[in-house]
């Protein structure tokens, strides 16, 4: 396609005229497609990039725990795939959380760092998620076709690797879309700072007050919550915490311009552990307890752990941390 940016090539489909949009878009809704190859041949063309534009359709609550410190995590879109859908009620299907509100719509979009941060809800990496009962689930179950349930719509979803919390992208942006479809940036992130700098005007200042807890007259909001994933890199064998300015700018994490070195390799770290033979990513923890997410959630797990779902496809418990096994830190390498 003419003009298609590399980094976000479009989805694309074998239409014929035995094959018509309607039966793909049919297809993409049954669980009895999962398999069939035409969809899979389908699915594959929404490639994720360095540097591919993501998207988390989110709630006003969960904009206000991002604002806190919050990761990017869970079920998350290509930007290029949604980018029709600007209406507050059209993306209220996206959202992960159970809500409902309409009347204002919000998201974070940061840019992607690596593909290997993002699997395909209810493929190979994470099957249980296609046949979780929905009493155990939160919003619309996962049809394990790799697309969204949607009655018009061809929206291929992805969820972050593990369900992990992915460290913040330099950058990153809190959007809101209001009636009329009008796209409007509330904030971005500052890395060195670990802060969002507002960037809504007075014209939108009014849009602030949906959101929980966040002074529509604040123009910079510090994180107070700390991460449980973060990026490190080294320079000559030192190494130092780093930050992602996809797709090509990886450096130190330095308050001083002249400091924000290349680094030479980079890894997402992370902290891992085993709590009855159930892989988890540990978010938080002091001497006693600890707070985990389940890495492939399926009802075995489920049963075994009695975990959560907070929202779609993530589920989280708390453990004795005593209990927990092969607990230790784990670096994800990139190659740059």
């Known amino acids: 396609m003419i003009g298609a940016d590399p980094l976000e090539p479009p989805l694309s489909a074998p239409l014929r005229r035995e094959l018509g949009w309607t039966q793909v878009q049919r297809w993409s809704q049954s669980a009895a497609h999962r398999d069939d190859p035409v969809l899979r041949q389908i699915r594959q063309t929404a490639a994720i ?12 609550a969960q904009v206000s725990g991002f604002l806190g410190g919050w990761l990017p995590y ?16 059209a993306l209220a299907d996206l ?39 929905a009493h155990s689930r939160v919003g619309p179950m996962v049809l394990g076709t790799g697309f969204s349930p949607s009655t ?12 992990a919390d992915l460290p913040m992208p330099a950058n990153a942006q809190l959007i809101a879309y209001v009636p009329g479809g009008e796209e409007v940036v509330l904030f971005a992130y500052q890395p060195e700072q670990h802060g969002w700098l507002r960037l809504a005007g007075p014209r939108w200042r009014a849009l602030l007050d949906h959101i929980p807890g966040v002074s529509p007259d604040r123009e910079y909001v510090p994180c107070t919550t700390p991460g449980s994933s973060k990026l490190v890199g080294q320079i000559k064998d030192k190494e130092y915490e780093a930050v992602a300015d996809p797709p090509e700018e990886f450096r130190v994490r330095a308050l001083t311009r002249a400091a924000r070195y290349p680094v030479e390799t980079l890894s997402r770290r992370a902290e891992q552990a085993l709590w009855r033979g159930v892989p988890t990513w540990v978010l938080q923890r002091d001497d006693t307890w600890a707070r985990l997410r389940l890495v492939r959630p399926d009802n075995d797990s489920l049963s075994i752990t009695g975990a959560r779902c907070y929202e779609r496809g993530v589920y989280e418990t708390w453990a004795p941390l005593g209990e927990l096994a092969d607990h230790h830190i784990a670096d994800i390498p990139y190659t740059l």
Do not use: N
């Open 74 to 89: 869970g079920f998350c879109y290509r930007s290029a795939d949604i980018a029709h859908l600007h209406e507050p009620a």
């Open 152 to 163: 018009d719509d061809l929206v291929p979803e992805y969820v972050t690797a593990g369900f």
């Open 49 to 60: 990039f360095r540097g591919t534009r993501m998207t988390k359709v989110l709630s006003a």
């Open 95 to 133: 959202r992960t959380d159970g809500s409902t509100d309409t009347d204002v719509a919000f998201a974070l979009r940061w840019r992607a760092v690596d593909p290997l941060d993002y699997e395909v809800p209810g493929g190979p990496a994470q099957p249980g998620l296609a046949v979780l009962p």
